[in-house]
């Protein structure tokens, strides 16, 4: 784990007694859970359904706080696995899942970091593996390496069908650039909130398709909310431009050959059922 990493884990871990405590942070959650809900169509998922026969649809929570995401879209999943590096916050999402009645094999979340040189061994079976989902919730601009996120996020989709969706920040402009550059020059000044956390100071839309489609994944898709996230920070009140990001991991080296072999079959069948004179066969 990169000291930028164990920065993260170690603010986050003493921020889970007070985190989604304060009345701006729900209206946060409500704010980004309301978006996800209206847009469930466009986000491409088959999600679940009462005549669906027992499919299993898979969701991959990362950077999954105490569980955000999972409530905004869990009523439409059948198995949820979070995956956050701070272990208060693993603790503060199982206990909810608990409450709600999940059982562990329905909805749970472990302590892990899909992004570290070695990751570990308990997040490569078939558990962590071919979800139709993944979804990172406001984490985004906290990761070090954000190209690296997206690749090994769509490592985990199912290929052609899985979606990796990415809820964070339009580019700001305030106090965290000079903050992070004075942090640099003396790392015992003392800064107020999780500015010390942040990497990326928000994204275009042209960043994150090229990171899409960089990681392997088509059919980018976007929207920005219309009504800014307000947050009220100890270092003030902090206005914010939240977007929504989806791509579709694409089909592997085989199942694009599958692709191509039934759309010649497809043009084939066409042209065999055409009779000389241009009228169709019976």
């Known amino acids: 784990m990169s000291a930028f990493t164990e920065a993260n884990r170690k603010a986050f871990n003493d921020l889970s007694a007070s985190y989604n405590s304060k009345p701006w942070q729900h209206k946060l959650s ?4 309301d978006a996800l809900q209206q847009r469930r169509d466009w986000l491409g998922v088959r999600w679940t359904k009462a005549d669906d026969g027992g499919r299993d649809v898979r969701l991959l929570d990362y950077a999954c ?7 905004a879209l869990g009523p439409y999943v059948t198995t949820i696995r979070g995956i956050d590096i701070s272990d208060s916050m693993v603790e ?5 899942s608990q409450s709600s009645g999940l059982k562990p094999e329905q909805g749970s979340a472990v302590v892990g970091d899909l992004l570290s040189e070695q990751v570990s061994p308990q997040l490569s079976g078939p558990e962590y593996q071919l979800f139709d989902i993944a979804v990172i919730g406001l984490g985004f601009h ?3 390496d954000p190209a690296l996120a ?3 996020l769509t490592e ?6 899985g979606v990796l969706v990415i809820i964070d920040f339009l580019p700001f402009s305030d106090k965290l650039a000079r903050e992070r550059e004075q942090r640099q020059q ?10 010390h956390t942040i990497k990326h100071s928000g994204f275009t839309r042209e960043q994150m398709q090229k990171l899409y489609e960089d990681g392997g994944l088509e059919d980018f898709g976007w929207h920005v909310l219309p009504d800014l996230a307000v947050m009220e920070l100890k270092g003030g009140t902090k206005e914010r431009t939240i977007f929504i990001a989806k791509g579709r991991r694409s089909p592997t080296g085989w199942g694009k050959l ?22 169709y066969g019976s």
Do not use: C
């Open 30 to 33: 409500q704010q980004v859970s």
């Open 142 to 144: 906290h990761f070090e």
């Open 92 to 96: 503060k999402y199982n206990e909810a």
């Open 150 to 152: 997206i690749k090994r």
């Open 186 to 195: 003396d790392p015992s000044a003392d800064f107020p909130d999780m500015s």
């Open 258 to 279: 599958r692709n191509w072999f039934g759309s010649m079959q497809a043009q084939m069948a066409g042209q065999l059922s055409l009779e000389p004179d241009g009228r």
């Open 156 to 161: 985990r989709l199912k290929p052609e069908t």
């Open 65 to 71: 706080g105490t569980g955000a995401i999972t409530k």
